[in-house]
């Protein structure tokens, strides 16, 4: 079946974070929140960074997240401005360890208070870390730990005692990424979350909270690669007027390299088989291809989907983003006009990347019917290795 591409105007791109001196990266693994009337809330990692050596910018918590803070920025004016004072650091991995231990581990202190937080109430916001402070692993070094911390006040500031959430035994590994949770009609909440024996032994889950976020627990599995070659990850959930829960996740080798979605109509208990919702041979990424813009130590090889997103939109309509790392590097989006039975082509939001390093995209619909999606972007600017990582935002209509 021919698939026909989503047609994209009023398209246009800004910088919300750039230094030639930091890495700004992964706004996936972190929120978004739209509170109305031109207010925004992006969040990012944001490290020091030489751009030296290829050590400098390598990714995880042995690499530019472990000197990294969580900044979070605000934007008064629709996603156009994004102004320094407006700031607020949530987290900061860059600190001692046994620092990092001490504020984390409150969450296991039986009788600890807690603040009383809405998760229903549209102020309220949710940022799940996954810091490296857990036990010693086999190599002797901290593992990867899961928690929660919530603001009551459109994150201006952050409670200081956060809840663990825990993989279900005798799993040691579980993260959340930073879509929003799904509201219940009871005022419970869900999100998404990748588990497993490690971080690269996972599958898909749900966990569930009925208590505002003080506990968060696994409910079920919504799919694993049938054939242990592989593993689906970067979940999350749409819940449609219908009561049909869906969860848009990629899978990374196995079965298919393919962005794929599976449903559940009993809340989250039992899912369908994911299905792949791209399709080979109808890209249009090819006659975009524009050396230009690729440094001369660009990687050529690479991933056509990485980190994809999904939005319902206000009209019914679906958009999933994704960032491409192969050349052309860059960031794509298809669209369904039906609950995810049939989908477009893909479209190009932009090709212009100098490299793979890129993605991760959060989007929102504006008050005016546009998208504005975040993402961490490289372009050729003089730095070392294709550019400096820093977060820019596309606007553009369907």
């Given at each position: 079946?021919?698939?026909?591409?989503?047609?994209?105007?009023?398209?246009?791109?800004?910088?919300?974070?750039?230094?030639?001196?930091?890495?700004?990266?992964?706004?996936?693994?972190?929120?978004?929140?739209?509170?109305g009337d031109g207010e925004i809330v992006v969040v990012h990692h944001h490290a020091p960074a030489t751009y030296q050596t290829k050590e400098n910018i390598q990714h995880g918590q042995t690499g530019y997240k472990g000197r990294a803070k969580i900044l979070l920025q605000r934007s008064y004016d629709h996603g156009q401005t994004w102004a320094h004072e407006n700031e607020v650091v949530i987290w900061d991995d860059s600190r001692p360890l046994e620092d990092k231990r001490a504020v984390l581990w409150q969450a296991d202190e039986p009788g600890i208070t807690r603040e009383q937080i809405d998760l229903a109430s549209p102020e309220t916001a949710i940022y799940f870390p996954?810091?490296?402070?857990?036990?010693?692993?086999?190599?002797?070094?901290?593992?990867?730990?899961?928690?929660?911390?919530?603001?009551?006040?459109?994150?201006?500031?952050?409670?200081?005692?956060?809840?663990?959430?825990?993989p279900p035994p005798p799993l040691k590994y579980v993260h959340v990424d930073g879509a929003p949770l799904v509201q219940c009609p009871d005022g419970t909440q869900m999100a998404a979350a990748t588990v497993g024996p490690s971080a690269n032994d996972n599958f898909v889950g749900v966990y569930g909270t009925d208590d505002n976020g003080l506990s968060w627990e696994y409910l079920g599995e919504v799919t694993r690669d049938p054939t242990g070659l592989g593993r689906p990850t970067y979940a999350n959930l749409l819940l449609l007027p219908s009561g049909r829960l869906q969860c848009y996740m990629l899978n990374i080798g196995g079965i298919r390299n393919a962005i794929q979605m599976a449903y559940s109509d009993d809340g989250g208990y039992s899912w369908s088989e994911p299905k792949?919702?791209?399709?080979?041979?109808?890209?249009?990424?090819?006659?975009?291809?524009?050396?230009?813009?690729?440094?001369?130590?660009?990687?050529?090889?690479?991933?056509?989907?990485?980190s994809p997103w999904s939005l319902r939109l206000r009209d019914g309509r679906t958009l999933v983003l994704f960032g491409r790392r192969k050349p052309p590097f860059g960031i794509g989006v298809i669209v369904s006009e039906d609950d995810g039975d049939s989908w477009s082509a893909e479209g190009i939001i932009r090709a212009d990347a100098s490299d793979w390093d890129l993605g991760y995209p959060v989007a929102t619909e504006l008050d005016d019917g546009r998208i504005f999606t975040a993402y961490y972007y490289m372009e050729k600017d003089g730095v070392n290795f294709g550019g400096a990582r820093h977060i820019a935002g596309s606007f553009f209509r369907l």
């Open positions: 079946m021919n698939r026909v591409a989503p047609e994209l105007t009023d398209l246009h791109h800004i910088k919300l974070c750039y230094s030639k001196e930091a890495y700004c990266g992964h706004p996936r693994q972190c929120p978004i929140y739209n509170y996954r810091p490296q402070t857990g036990p010693a692993d086999a190599n002797g070094e901290p593992s990867l730990e899961c928690f929660a911390f919530r603001s009551a006040d459109r994150g201006h500031t952050w409670e200081t005692v956060p809840t663990r959430v825990a792949p919702i791209v399709a080979w041979g109808q890209s249009p990424w090819t006659a975009a291809r524009r050396e230009r813009y690729i440094w001369e130590g660009a990687r050529r090889n690479g991933v056509h989907y990485r």
